[in-house]
């Protein structure tokens, strides 16, 4: 099992597309797996290739299903996914971020959204989402894009984090300068 670290805001690779996944085998498999793990060693619901460094159109969702149990979750893997329809009607709701750590804010997106994504053999899916899922889903094929979600917040919004973002962007590159 690889561990991988996840970048912090202000790492280039957040920022740049990806390549579509194209390969269906045992090193998908793997890499699946160890961002599962990467994603609930960081206490994350999502996690997107770029943020642990690789430029891949992939991304790995767990849901907890069990109030009760946070450990209790649907784990998705999701290659190539691709939003094809999205409701006009829009929900608020406060996002973080893994590569974002310690800012929450409220975001605005469509409430349902329909999609297709491959699994890990390959094999395509269409399927309908809406609530935490399709908030999470999003969040994630925004990643792909090289999209952050302080992206979508108001210019005064973004004004009042410039401070915090600054500061993950210096740390992020004395952590590169290190590594
Ligand atoms: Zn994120």
Redesign the pocket.
């Known amino acids: 099992m690889k561990k991988y670290a996840v970048k912090i805001y202000g790492d280039p690779v957040l920022r740049k597309p990806v390549e579509p996944i194209d390969t269906f085998d045992e090193s998908l498999e793997e890499f699946a797996a160890d961002m599962v793990h990467a994603m609930i060693e960081h206490d994350g619901i999502?996690l997107?290739a770029p943020?642990v460094g690789v430029s891949k159109s992939f991304i790995v969702i767990g849901l907890p299903v069990n109030a009760d149990d946070p450990d209790d979750r649907k784990i998705f893997t999701m290659a190539n996914p691709e939003i094809l329809e999205e409701s006009e009607e829009t929900v608020v709701m406060d996002e973080g971020?893994?590569?974002?750590p310690d800012i929450t804010e409220e975001v605005e997106r469509p409430e349902w959204i329909k999609l297709k994504f491959q699994d890990l053999k390959g094999e395509e899916y269409e399927i309908e989402a809406d609530g935490i899922f399709a908030r999470v889903i999003q969040?994630?094929i925004d990643?792909l894009d090289g999209v952050?979600?302080v992206d979508h917040l108001s210019p005064l919004k973004r004004t009042l984090l410039r401070g915090k973002l600054k500061r993950l962007h210096e740390d992020s590159k004395v952590r590169a300068e290190e590594a």
């Open positions: 999502g997107a943020q971020c893994l590569s974002i969040h994630e990643h952050l979600f």
